[in-house]
């Protein structure tokens, strides 16, 4: 596992120097238990130590070290409770070393699957987010073709309440979803551009689309939650999960994987039919995967289910090979940080490696930094990347089979939208050039970065990002999307512009506070200046408005233009009339109170 920074020193105390604690591998597997599990109590403790990451970022991280063998441990004075208590910890971690590594040894080599070698190139697949934003279908026409000359391989498509579901499903697709037409023709343009298609089918967590309905309810784990379904109800399965999948499956026929989801189950073994099961929720959440995997691989031989790795991470080795999912499903490892080997320690790799014949790993160039975010952070976004690159060419024992970018663009089906896509076709086609060529110089794939996006031969991008993580001067090129990115440009700087005037009227200057607005105590001559101001914004608001409603219609249909516009500009409106208004109360009048003003 590379390392992006220098680790700090980690102080293991010992009973003694010469204990069982100083065998190198026994050393370093207490470590890596201590800060997966938290087995360390106050007579086993690691320090760690933080760097910054980068010059221009303020997110810190802390990463463990293992002790050189020739580095001695702290030895504190300690009670006889102490030592027992210390030793006991020794003891454990030591048979739970040599469990570990008997179990593995006896363990059969994991099977790789026939139907895909490790000789075969790995996917690169570029995940598009349709839920509640449905991008007009013509982008697709253009996009496929460019993300394939970039070196995209594979799309995966996420539609939510987007598919055109029929029968019990029918109320489950949006009154905006594509018809079934519209989508044979996506799949047709990701064909023409060497584009394999993979769907992917919430299976588990993250329904809030059908859960939320009247007619689902009585499928959720928590009634006042419309997040999971109740693993527990047979009826999940049979009438909701299965008509799912078979609906979309059946548009898909020539797909070779299935993505079933199964992230972020945050409500798992909670309602009164599970905990009457007295199952642990590892069980339960194993059982309700499997039985979906399963169902797959049945119902449509040859497709391998994948899914989200987060509900795994923190399980044992032992628990995970003793799941059965190793012959069932794929994970796709997600970590949208810059910082991933801490997120990933080695020893996760390690039973990933084991367990499952072929590995995916996720990265973003969207939808990753904020729930509201209107353009991504090319910076942020680039090193994510950049570092899954190293953890892919220094990561041992596993067979990874491919790398999917995310691109979200809600953060779940109630939220608002972040980034949108054509606004992030910038970050899509850099991160993807980045993964394409990953023995390339930087400067090289900027050049091909620039080309991709049809700029000017002028326009020469700061290659580390750092003067502008927007690189909004990219307003000058011509890519498919371009003049909503510069519009989003403007909106940025108009944003600014009323946040700046609001504060300081409000806030900095002393005749439109709050407190002259409840005593209607002013300057008439100093709030008109004000007025002057705040009338010149809302004009120009009300251009940009107009404007980028007809460049938005270009790309989506008329709900979600309207919904972008009331999200992101109306509420700037709405603060500079709020301004005119009290304006307008505080200078009609012309006599005032004396003091002290009640």
């Known amino acids: 596992m590379v390392e992006d920074s220098t680790a700090g020193s980690a102080n293991i105390v010992g009973r003694r120097p010469n204990s069982m604690a100083s065998h190198p591998r026994i050393r370093q597997y207490v470590v890596e238990l201590c800060d997966a599990h938290a087995y360390c109590t106050q007579s086993v403790t690691i320090q760690q130590k933080s760097s910054e990451y980068g010059d221009s970022q303020s997110d810190r991280k802390t990463q463990d070290a293992v002790p050189s063998s020739g580095q001695s441990f702290k030895v504190p004075a300690m009670s006889w409770r102490q030592n027992i208590v210390l030793f006991s910890v020794l003891l454990l971690l030591s048979l739970n070393f040599i469990v570990f590594n008997v179990h593995w040894s006896n363990r059969p080599a994991v099977k790789r699957h026939k139907d895909m070698d490790s000789s075969q190139e790995m996917l690169r697949v570029v995940h598009l987010d349709l839920k509640g934003a449905p991008p007009r279908i013509h982008l697709f026409k253009t996009l496929f073709p460019l993300i394939a000359a970039a070196g995209a391989n594979a799309v995966l498509l996420e539609y939510e309440d987007m598919f055109p579901f029929e029968g019990i499903l029918k109320n489950a697709s949006a009154k905006n979803a594509y018809s079934r037409e519209e989508i044979l023709w996506m799949l047709d343009y990701a064909h023409q551009s060497g584009l394999e298609v993979i769907p992917l089918v919430q299976t588990f967590g993250h329904l809030e689309f059908i859960l939320k309905l009247p007619e689902f309810r009585h499928f959720r784990e928590l009634s006042a939650f419309p997040q999971e379904i109740c693993p527990s109800n047979p009826d999940s399965f049979q009438l909701l999960v299965r008509e799912l999948i078979q609906q979309v499956m059946s548009i898909h026929q020539t797909a070779k994987w299935l993505h079933i989801g199964c992230d972020e189950v945050f409500h798992l073994a909670v309602c009164e039919r599970c905990t009457r099961r007295h199952l642990e929720s590892r069980l339960l959440f194993t059982e309700h995967v499997a039985r979906v995997a399963q169902f797959v691989r049945a119902e449509f031989p040859g497709i391998i289910p994948l899914m989200w790795d987060d509900m795994l991470r923190q399980?044992?080795?032992?628990?995970?090979?003793?799941?059965?999912?190793?012959?069932?499903?794929?994970?796709?490892?997600?970590?949208?940080?810059?910082?991933?080997?801490?997120?990933?320690?080695?020893?996760?790799?390690?039973?990933?490696?084991?367990?499952?014949?072929?590995?995916?790993?996720?990265?973003?160039?969207?939808?990753?930094?904020?729930?509201?975010?209107?353009?991504?952070?090319?910076?942020?976004?680039?090193?994510?990347?950049?570092?899954?690159?190293?953890?892919?060419?220094?990561?041992?024992?596993?067979?990874?089979?491919?790398?999917?970018?995310?691109?979200?663009?809600?953060y779940d089906h109630f939220a608002v939208l972040c980034e949108l896509l054509p606004v992030s076709v910038p970050s899509l086609l850099l991160n993807l050039l980045l993964v394409s060529h990953p023995h390339q110089p930087k400067s090289q794939v900027i050049h091909l970065w620039t080309r991709a996006l049809a700029c000017p031969p002028t326009l020469i991008p700061d290659e580390s990002l750092q003067s502008d993580p927007f690189q909004w001067h990219l307003r000058a090129c011509a890519f498919p999307g371009s003049n909503l990115f510069s519009a989003v440009a403007s909106y940025v700087v108009l944003q600014a512009q009323v946040d700046t005037l609001y504060t300081d009227v409000t806030q900095r200057q002393g005749w439109l506070t709050m407190y002259n607005v409840r005593h209607n105590f002013s300057s008439p001559w100093r709030l008109l200046e004000a007025l002057s101001k705040g009338q010149q914004l809302v004009r120009e608001l009300t251009a940009f408005r107009n404007s980028t409603a007809l460049i938005m219609g270009q790309y989506f249909d008329q709900f979600t233009v309207d919904e972008w516009l009331e999200q992101k500009v109306d509420p700037l409106t709405e603060r500079m009339a709020s301004l005119q208004h009290f304006v307008h109360v505080l200078v009609a009048r012309d006599t005032w109170p004396r003091r002290p003003i009640m």
Request: glycine fraction near 8%; avoid cysteine; charge should be negative.
């Open 315 to 410: 399980w044992s080795p032992m628990d995970l090979a003793d799941s059965g999912l190793g012959e069932l499903v794929e994970p796709v490892v997600w970590v949208y940080s810059e910082d991933i080997a801490h997120l990933l320690p080695h020893y996760v790799w390690y039973m990933y490696g084991h367990v499952f014949p072929h590995v995916w790993v996720a990265s973003a160039y969207k939808g990753a930094y904020g729930e509201t975010a209107v353009a991504p952070d090319l910076q942020r976004h680039s090193k994510n990347n950049l570092a899954w690159l190293k953890i892919l060419q220094a990561t041992k024992g596993v067979q990874f089979r491919g790398i999917v970018l995310t691109g979200w663009t809600r």
